[in-house]
C-alpha cells in the first residue's frame, strides 16, 4: 500500500509537516489522520496517550505556548478541521541548535496537513478564522503539575501573529517572560 503521508522536514531538528494523502470518490474523500507504521518512520515512536479536541470561536485568538516539563513532555500531531489557523512551536530543547527559535506554518481544514512536534517545544496557535478545530494526538498524559508556558508575546521570542490578538486566557497572558537563567528542557531529566 502506497504511503499515505508526504514527510516534509524543517530546519528544526525532529519537527515534521505531514501532508495528508486524499483518497476521492464520488461520495467525497477519505485521509488518514494516524497511522502507527508510518508515523514511526516519521519519528513518533510512542503510543497516543490522548487525543484532545479545541473549538477557538473567534478570527486572532491565541492559545499557547504550552509544554509540558520532562518526564511528562509530550510529542504532539497537530492538524486543524474546521478553519485556518497559523500553528507555531518554540524550542525549548537544551543545547538545541535552534533553542528558543519559533516555527510557524499554517493548517487548515483544506490544506490536509498535520505538524508534527516533537517532545521539548511550547505548542500554540492563532485562529485565522472564526470557527476553528484541532484535532491532535499527544504522547503523554495530561499533567497539570508539569504544565509550563511561555508568553505569546514575549518581545524575546518574537513569534511574529499575523493577526491582532483578539482573545486570549488570562492565563496565557499572564505567562513570564523568558530570562537569562532559562535554560531550556533536558528531555533525559528523570
Ligand atoms: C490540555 C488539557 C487541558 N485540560 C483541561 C485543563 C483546563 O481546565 C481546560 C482547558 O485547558 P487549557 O486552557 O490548557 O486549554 P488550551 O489553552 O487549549 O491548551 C491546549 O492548547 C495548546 C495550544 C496546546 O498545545 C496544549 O495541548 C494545550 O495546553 O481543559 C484537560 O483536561 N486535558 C488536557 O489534555
Not at 520532562?70 to 535552534?98: H, I, N, Q, W, Y
Not at 508539569?146 to 514575549?154: C, F, H, K, T
Request: aromatic fraction near 8%; hydrophobic fraction near 45%; proline fraction near 5%.
Amino acid at each position: 500500500m502506497s504511503s499515505r503521508f508526504t514527510v516534509v522536514p524543517t530546519s528544526f531538528d525532529g519537527l515534521k509537516i505531514l501532508e495528508r494523502r486524499i483518497v476521492g470518490d464520488e461520495r467525497g474523500s477519505f485521509h488518514r489522520m494516524f497511522c502507527a507504521n508510518e508515523l514511526a518512520a516519521a519519528g513518533w515512536k510512542s503510543p497516543i496517550a490522548q487525543i484532545n479536541f479545541t473549538r477557538t470561536t473567534l478570527r486572532g485568538t491565541i492559545r499557547g505556548m504550552h509544554y509540558q516539563r520532562a518526564p511528562f513532555a509530550e510529542m504532539k500531531l497537530v492538524a486543524c478541521v474546521s478553519g485556518r489557523v497559523l500553528d507555531v512551536v518554540v524550542d525549548l530543547r537544551a543545547g538545541s541548535a535552534t533553542f528558543l527559535k519559533w516555527f510557524s506554518v499554517e493548517l487548515s481544514e483544506d490544506n490536509h496537513c498535520s505538524v508534527l512536534v516533537p517532545e521539548g517545544f511550547a505548542h500554540g496557535f492563532q485562529a485565522l478564522t472564526d470557527d476553528v478545530a484541532l484535532l491532535y494526538s499527544v504522547s503523554s498524559p495530561f499533567t497539570a503539575e508539569a504544565e509550563g508556558g511561555l508568553n505569546p508575546l514575549d518581545p524575546r521570542i518574537g513569534i511574529d501573529w499575523p493577526l491582532p490578538v483578539s482573545t486570549i486566557s488570562a492565563r496565557d497572558a499572564g505567562q513570564p517572560h523568558v530570562t537569562d537563567a532559562f535554560e531550556g528542557m533536558k528531555l533525559d531529566a528523570a
